[in-house]
């Protein structure tokens, strides 16, 4: 089926943002290291988010919070008023960190949107994640923009249904193979695979199989007009 609407996710895949996690986490050991091991900081906290993901959701505020019960965790109660605030300072800065863009995003994004209806589907925190669209600059190519709590089959349906959007003429672009690839493949609609340099554990699947019809995958965003070419050309 001809693609009718180009979705992309946002996180990682038009600007950084993985890093940001990362950096924190090396900050959050340092703030903690009186407590405990780096390993066991970092596994301790892995734990937290994973068991907080169904009621905090994804994003900086969620892992604040992990952060402060990893906090209280690691240090059996005694961690200090000062580490507290420094570990608030930290999700703080998060929120308002820069937004640095993936090379080649703005100029795929002028190209694209001259052929195709695009629209950034993302998860996460509501405020944060159209804080950021609107700094990155990129708003003005996206006439629809959607904040999911997960990115699911079914998440996606609604969305689509909500706009009216055959879900076989989607083609959804994303760095992550659980969020952004195998829910769409699951609707029938194509998704192009663009591995970013950081990717969460989380939205890894090991043993994805590559061969799937409607996975693409390409090495970065500036190739996506040239593979889009490529796909229409063999649709009707
Ligand atoms: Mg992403």
């Known amino acids: 089926m001809k693609i009718e609407m180009i979705a992309f996710d946002a996180d990682d895949t038009l600007w ?129 923009v959607e904040v999911v709590n997960e990115k699911t089959p079914q998440s996606y349906q609604s969305v689509f249904e909500k706009y009216n959007i055959d879900q076989n003429s989607i083609l959804m672009v994303g760095n992550s193979l659980r969020s952004d690839v195998v829910p769409i493949l699951a609707l029938g609609g194509k998704s192009v695979h663009i591995q970013a340099d950081t990717t969460w554990e989380h939205e890894t699947v090991p043993g994805f199989d590559t061969s799937q019809e409607g996975y693409y995958s390409i090495e970065h965003i500036g190739l996506l007009p040239d593979l889009i070419k490529k796909i229409q050309q063999y649709e009707v």
């Open 16 to 144: 950084h943002g993985e890093v940001h996690y990362r950096d924190a986490l090396e900050d959050f050991k340092k703030i903690l290291s009186t407590w405990g091991e780096p390993q066991t900081i970092d596994e301790t906290l892995y734990e937290i988010e994973m068991k907080n993901l169904p009621l905090y959701g994804y994003g900086v505020k969620a892992f604040t919070l992990s952060m402060l019960e990893a906090a209280v965790k690691i240090s059996e109660s005694n961690v200090s008023g000062k580490e507290v605030a420094d570990i608030l300072s930290l999700g703080r800065s998060m929120l308002e960190t820069e937004i640095v863009l993936y090379p080649h995003v703005k100029e795929t994004l002028e190209v694209l949107a001259g052929s195709f209806p695009l629209m950034v589907i993302t998860k996460g925190d509501l405020l944060d994640q159209t804080g950021k669209l609107s700094r990155s600059g990129l708003e003005r190519y996206f006439p629809l």
